[in-house]
């Protein structure tokens, strides 16, 4: 073995060539494999980075109000690692307002009072501080360290403008009373409160939070440290987990939960909550996702890196064992002569590995440092490009040990294949068939197949051309594929990219029905109607639909239950069954939800004349409402043809009972009767999200309101919630971004002057727009970096190959010539030849890629028909006319070599 061992040394200084071809070509491979699993790596741990940057590192919260005498048995739960604690409320009266402590009454109009009248803050441990996202919104300042330090809002220094970070203040702290009741430190606020004091505290101000909360609470809030040894018993407290193992997140969770004491609501979950972005993104999902779609497209991306790197292990096999092939013919003759002084084909067969793996060693670490190179200018580039939408720090190249080693195993694999396949040709020939081989691996089959042509141009000329490139087609072999994989690597991305435009153009409603520009004001009191009325006034708005909503539940029996019901879903028992609906049975009834849409008055008109009914009536009479009384079959429905199904069997006129309570959380009982005065058969917008098995009702604001003030507080606040979606005088067509966004302008500067920050949010159509153009410019820069990489190895060796043949074919182009072949013909015969190849890889992925698109157009239920005004043929065309200069290029230049030369030159030396 030594002996072998010193021959491999010595065949590496003397085939210096092939063996700088295939390290070079063992280099590219490298940096690709490099450069991608950087590329895999780093975008993983982005995402990683991305989902604790916005929700935190956590894994699992126990919703509820956890008792601070559990603390202690959740801290010694054997599977959790981490516990970060958000303590209980405190609250204090502020300064320089309202004299709520003696009982005094605050202004009527609270929502135009300058400065509110608390201060209420939590303490957070250090474990929390670490872990969630709240560190990330100090924007001056530090993290508090202990319950005397506090971060407070932004908004408390917009209306304290004198107050500066270092300052400290003596505040009163107890708690908020209501008619001589204790009432919650974040309700809203009640005309005729009152503070009674329990004592004092000094804070001193370390940070300032860019938080803001709607005034609909009287107070700013603040966040401080939190010492865990002064929890009480009795303190409620909010606790959020980490797990170990990660995975047993959502067994361990409800576990907990019911040792500690947590009651199961009427579904029979506990109230739990998930980091579910963050589990998704370490492949775990929850029990009931297994098997679903969400389960399944979360799989796509980790699915498609795998298929790409196998394509790219395969390719480079068949690259680089083309050069093997040429070295171990080199010295075919030598191990034939090993093979016959004792040398075992095993032992054939590891000298030519062993040398692979030699000539590996230094295009290794040149590739590791090559690949890291272009990773991180590509990323460069990404963040230079991902500026919009992007609220955390730019993309960090993470380039450790996990990108590393998959690089160094994938680049070993690949090269111990290369040489694998001539190595065992070697080792099985005998040294008799060596010698009467004259030294070549290929020789050995007597029987060639005879190569099938897969087209050829028109005429002679053609047919000549399509036979070279034929006759050629091993050693243009790799070439072919690189340039196919870069295609349909292209292509691939192309499809998935405007199949997406196509869905959105398809299945997204037209902005003409979704409105451009969304309001929600959320104040926690009685919309103030002069503002909605000055909305609908500002300059550019053209239309608007303003409205509320009024959660319930009715109660029916078997009868109530509609026909459609029962033929097609099974009866209200099997939608019960399958326990991924809200309907619940309880003593032989039935508990399906429902909600009151409430309609401003000229929003109701309109709904109205859409629909031929008369408005007045239902501003008259306070208990009429129209009912849209259907519900998406969600067991038969598809994107393309959605059915809807009779919910209830009612009739025009009848009167049901309704109650607040939806929910056995919800703490009021109150009922009311609505009369169904008109059934309808569509709402004011599809996009109202009215959930599976939900009964709808139609009515004025103001009756909504109406019947929100004889509900429980928490009813009464969300009857207090407005939507808006505004319309413009754009094109629906071809909206006006600019435009938009210039009503959109005018509309916070009118809702401004009526509401404080935080009681409302603005959005429109063109920050949309904007968020997904950037997120699609990133998608396409890293496609474009892949294909670019892949194309510019296909066509390096697409030049180097046709070169080198041309300079071997001299003497079959001095006999055309030698029989009247014209320069002009043997222009035409080369542009042939370049056109015949360049078509190649273009003509071979099409089964691949009609396969593909087909794949695609099925599941996402779009027909051919209407994807292919979507389709990519300016890219396509584009690309595919690059590969075919590039190579028609380099036909161009060895070309003009044949043209200089004379026949007698040409026959003299065949090989130069």
């Known amino acids: 073995m030594k002996i072998l061992r010193e021959y491999v040394w010595d065949t590496l200084r003397q085939n210096k060539r092939s063996g700088v071809i295939i390290m070079i070509a063992l280099f590219l491979m490298t940096s690709l494999m490099s450069c991608f699993c950087g590329l895999v790596y780093t975008m993983w741990t982005d995402a990683v980075v991305l989902e604790k940057w916005h929700n935190g590192d956590w894994h699992g919260e126990l919703f509820d109000d956890t008792p601070g005498k559990a603390l202690e048995q959740i801290e010694n739960y054997a599977s959790v690692s981490a516990v970060l604690i958000k303590g209980p409320w405190e609250i204090a009266k502020l300064p320089d307002t309202t004299d709520i402590q003696t009982g005094n009454a605050a202004p009527a109009t609270m929502k135009n009072a300058k400065r509110r009248f608390y201060l209420i803050s939590r303490g957070a441990n250090e474990e929390y501080w670490n872990s969630m996202p709240e560190k990330y919104s100090i924007t001056e300042g530090r993290i508090p360290f202990s319950e005397r330090e506090i971060v407070l809002s932004k908004q408390y220094f917009e209306d304290h403008p004198e107050a500066q970070v270092g300052d400290t203040l003596t505040l009163p702290i107890g708690r908020r009373t209501y008619n001589g009741q204790p009432c919650m430190d974040t309700d809203i606020f009640h005309e005729g409160e009152s503070f009674q004091e329990t004592g004092t505290k000094t804070y001193t101000i370390v940070g300032v939070m860019d938080a803001t909360t709607s005034s609909a609470v009287p107070a700013y809030t603040g966040m401080t440290g939190l010492d865990e040894a002064s929890i009480q018993a009795d303190d409620l407290i909010t606790v959020y987990l980490r797990f170990k193992p990660m995975r047993s997140t959502y067994r361990e969770l409800p576990a907990l939960a019911k040792a500690i004491g947590y009651e199961p609501d009427e579904y029979g979950e506990y109230t739990l909550r998930y980091n579910t972005g963050l589990l998704s993104t370490y492949g775990i999902f929850a029990p009931t996702a297994k098997g679903l779609p969400i389960h399944l497209s979360s799989l796509t991306v980790p699915l498609m890196f795998l298929v790409f790197t196998a394509f790219l292990v395969g390719v480079f ?44 060693a230094i295009p290794l670490p040149l590739g590791i440092l090559a690949g890291w190179f272009l990773n991180f200018k590509l990323f460069q580039l990404i963040n230079a490009s991902n500026d919009l939408g992007r609220e955390a720090p730019d993309i960090v190249v993470t380039f450790g040990l996990p990108a590393i080693l998959p690089a160094v195993l994938l680049s070993l694999l690949t090269a111990w294949l290369s040489a694998r396949i001539p190595a065992k040709k070697a080792a099985k020939m005998l040294p008799i068939e060596i010698l009467k081989q004259e030294g070549s691996l290929d020789k050995r089959r007597k029987k060639r197949k005879k190569e099938r042509k897969l087209f050829h141009f028109p005429g002679i000329t053609g047919e000549l051309a399509a036979n070279a490139v034929s006759a050629r087609s091993r050693s243009y072999r790799m070439a072919t594929i690189s340039l196919c994989m870069s295609f349909l690597l292209l292509t691939i991305f192309q499809y998935i990219i405007t199949i997406q435009d196509a869905n959105d153009n398809i299945f997204r409603t037209d902005p003409s029905e979704t409105g451009h520009i969304f309001l929600s004001i959320s104040d926690g009191r009685t919309p103030d109607m002069e503002a909605l009325q000055q909305l609908k006034t500002v300059s550019g708005v053209t239309k608007s639909l303003i409205n509320n909503s009024l959660p319930c539940a009715v109660w029916i029996d078997q009868t109530g239950v509609a026909e459609d019901i029962n033929a097609y879903l099974g009866g209200m028992e099997q939608i019960i069954a399958k326990k991924k609906y809200s309907p619940i049975e309880r003593d032989g009834k039935y508990r399906i939800q429902s909600v009151i849409f409430g309609l401003e008055k000229d929003s109701f008109q309109d709904y109205c004349e859409k629909l031929g009914i008369s408005p007045q009536p239902y501003f008259d009479d306070p208990t009429k409402a129209l009912v849209y009384n259907y519900t998406k079959d969600p067991e038969n429905s598809t994107r393309r043809n959605v059915l809807y199904r009779e919910l209830l069997d009612i009739y025009e006129g009848q009167k049901m009972t309704f109650t607040e309570k939806n929910a056995d959380e919800i703490e009021g009982d109150f009922e009311f009767i609505l009369t169904a005065e008109k059934l309808v058969d569509e709402l004011p917008m599809e996009t109202l999200g009215l959930s599976n098995f939900t009964l709808a009702m139609v009515m004025p604001m103001d009756h909504v309101l109406k019947l929100g003030e004889s509900c429980c507080e928490r009813r009464q606040n969300s009857s207090h919630v407005i939507n808006g979606i505004f319309w413009t005088d754009s094109s629906a067509a071809t909206p006006d971004y600019q435009a938009i966004q210039e009503t959109n302008r005018r509309m916070d500067e009118a809702l ?73 013909q043997l222009w035409v015969l080369l542009l042939l030849e370049g056109l015949t190849l360049g078509l190649k890889p273009l003509l071979y992925s099409l089964p691949v890629q009609i396969a593909v698109l087909t794949a695609m157009l099925t599941l996402s239920e779009i027909s051919l028909p209407e994807y292919l005004p979507f389709a990519p043929y300016g890219i396509l065309i584009g690309y595919t006319c690059l590969i075919l200069l590039a190579i028609v290029g380099a036909y161009a230049v060895g070309g003009r070599r044949l043209i200089r030369e004379n026949i007698i030159a040409m026959i003299k030396d065949d090989t130069l």
């Open 317 to 360: 096999v068949l690259v680089i064992h083309n050069a093997f092939v040429m070295s171990v013919n080199e010295k075919l003759i030598q191990l034939g002569t090993l093979a016959g002084v004792g040398a075992t084909p095993k032992q054939i067969k590891k000298t030519v590995q062993y040398e692979a793996l030699l000539l590996a």
């Open 752 to 824: 401004s002057s009526y509401y404080a920050s935080g009681d409302y949010l603005l959005s429109d159509l063109a920050e949309k727009e904007e968020i997904t153009q950037s997120a699609q410019n990133v998608i396409n820069l890293v496609i474009t970096f892949l294909t670019g990489f892949l194309a510019v190895i296909g066509l390096s060796n697409v030049w180097a190959s046709i070169s080198g043949n041309l300079r071997q074919r001299r003497q079959e182009f001095a006999m055309l010539k030698s029989v009247g072949l014209s320069p002009r």
